[in-house]
């Protein structure tokens, strides 16, 4: 193992629990051992040696500096998540019951919260939390704006094309809003310019953008279609539905045993890739789960169909997102084995 | 106190008592302290050493060696050396049980 491979597979395990500015203090100290191993005689295959595997070396590092050995930590990336796609599913189901209008700028709060939450309960002092995971911080709040321009894109069309509502450019305005506010956080995080857990949510963003307008184009299609036979449209997109949902599941249950087993081999890279793929599909989910629960005969069969004819988008998307995390984890994985070889 | 715990209070111990007699950077401290127990990483020692820093049992400066770069030294506070004194005075009557144990 070389002194760069050292550092960066150091820097890779500390990297979840310790501030910026604690990794590169850290570091900078690694860097002089080097040094001063170099200026004896010693390779840096014997430095690496002497001072221990990295990965020991964080865990030691890590249990002095934290009191915990942890190289990770579940909730750390699990409890926002989970709780911010939990809200913004009852949120979604309150903007179909309710008038969406005044659940729009309440969406950027409620998915902040249990960021707000998870602060207080892990450290104690909250303004020195901020400063020390602000990259976390405005890269999270980022991909919720993001979100909100997302559901912002969707109403826009909508209200233009087929409710002709004159209050569009409300919409217009909002999203503009979120997308400004969604690159301004995302600029402040990459300012950082450290990789964190946190930065895959904004990708998860953009398809959920992309995700919103093909939903759109495939209900405005469905919708003009002329036909006499609901019935048999209708059983046509419940069968779609019920693959899908079957399909939507498979995603979910491999994204997830490909999170845990990140965690069980500490791969950073793998475990943004797999927190990724769960936000992709995790959003989708609970998406279809609140539509679902609006009786589909009770309202509007055409407002149903929308809803469960689209599935085949969810499919789409869900699978572009999945395959993309899964071609760069193996196209990461094999670049990191090649180079692996030649270093033995 | 597990063979962790107790390892770590004797690394504190000696990694203090270095600090006391001699002004050293860190990667000299890391190899004394390594080249009496052989076991343990240098990463361990680094690990320990930089807690103590943050608890203020340390104070580091930046020095020259004699022929070359610039290096991180690092001296004991007074701080540091009361833990010293206590620590010393607790494995001084750990020792004396022990003795009077017959062990």
Redesign the interface.
Known sequence: MTKKQYLASLRKYLRFRLSNSEIDD?LA??E??F???A?EGKSEEEICL????PR??AA??L???TGSERITSLAEVWLPLLLSVALFAVYTYCGFTAEIEKHDLILPIVCILPLFIWILFERKDFFTALAEYKCDFFTFLGSVSMLAAGAMLNEIPKRTFINRYSDVQNYAALMAVFVSAAMLMLAVSLWKNAPKPFSAAPLAGIFFIVYESVRFCRAYDYWNIETDDAYSRSNQAAEIGTSFHNILITIFVCASAFLIWSFIRRNALTLASAYSAMTVTGFMFFWYYTLSALDPTAGDLLYYLEFVITGRNYLIWGGVAAAAVLVLTIIVKLTKLKSRKKVG | MDKGQMKKGVLELCILHVTASEELYGYEIMKRITGAFPEINESTVYAVLRRLHGDGCTESYTGETSGGPTRKYYRITPVGKERLEKMRSEWQEMLEALKSLGI
Do not use: P, V
Request: aromatic share 0%; with cysteine; proline share 0%.
């Open positions: 850290i100290d690694m002089e051992c040094e001063a191993g200026a002497s001072l221990g595997e020991s070396a030691s590092l249990s002095e500096q």
